[in-house]
């Protein structure tokens, strides 16, 4: 396929799972925002990360705090800012037909929200546990995450199908 049909196909075609990918994609963007906001609190651009007065919610606390910047010395939300936009990108890559033609990529996307799955529930609980406090950016992330899950799986099964040489239904 050309650069040019992928395009358009990509922009204007519904059928196949590019509905559920372009889900992905906004779930993964709006999660990626989402960190964006915590990434300008924890390196200083701002002084405070803005959210509703509602108990229980104390960003600055939990995202400010030095367990934050384990990985890698640096701030976390900038790590998960870089990892939405893999999500993202995995699922903006090939054509509609790429279960079929690249199944290794769906398979991929699975995996990798499997991955950020895992990473957000991981966060949300250490976030209870060690602060008795949530960031409502992260618990947004967290649902956006959430929602790329079924999105995900219809693609994913017909690509190991695909694999096994068992026809998609």
């Keep these: 396929m050309s650069v040019v049909q992928m395009s358009k196909e990509l922009r204007q075609d519904d059928s196949g799972f590019l509905k559920a990918r372009r889900g992905v994609i906004a779930a993964s963007l709006a999660a990626g925002?989402?960190?964006?906001?915590?990434?300008?609190?924890q390196v200083g651009i701002t002084r405070?990360?803005?959210?509703?007065?509602?108990?229980?919610?104390?960003?600055?606390?939990?995202d400010g705090d030095p367990s934050a910047y384990k990985a890698l010395r640096t701030p976390d939300a900038l790590l998960g800012f870089v990892s939405y936009g893999v999500t993202a990108a995995l699922a903006?890559?090939?054509?509609?037909?790429?279960?079929?033609?690249?199944?290794?990529?769906?398979?991929?996307?699975?995996?990798?929200?499997?991955?950020?799955?895992?990473?957000?529930?991981?966060?949300?609980?250490?976030?209870?546990?060690?602060?008795?406090?949530f960031c409502s950016w992260?618990?947004?992330?967290?649902?956006?995450?959430?929602?790329?899950?079924?999105?995900?799986?219809?693609?994913?099964?017909?690509?190991?199908?695909?694999?096994?040489?068992?026809?998609?239904?």
Aim: with cysteine; hydrophobic share 50%.
């Design 48 to 62: 405070h990360v803005p959210e509703p007065p509602l108990p229980g919610l104390d960003a600055d606390r939990v």
């Design 92 to 133: 903006g890559a090939m054509g509609k037909d790429r279960w079929r033609e690249h199944p290794w990529l769906p398979l991929m996307l699975g995996a990798k929200v499997g991955f950020d799955v895992i990473q957000a529930v991981r966060l949300t609980l250490e976030q209870w546990t060690d602060f008795r406090a």
């Design 138 to 169: 992260c618990l947004a992330a967290s649902a956006m995450t959430a929602i790329s899950v079924p999105l995900v799986v219809p693609e994913a099964v017909a690509a190991a199908r695909q694999i096994l040489g068992r026809p998609h239904k």
């Design 33 to 41: 925002a989402a960190m964006g906001v915590i990434a300008l609190f």
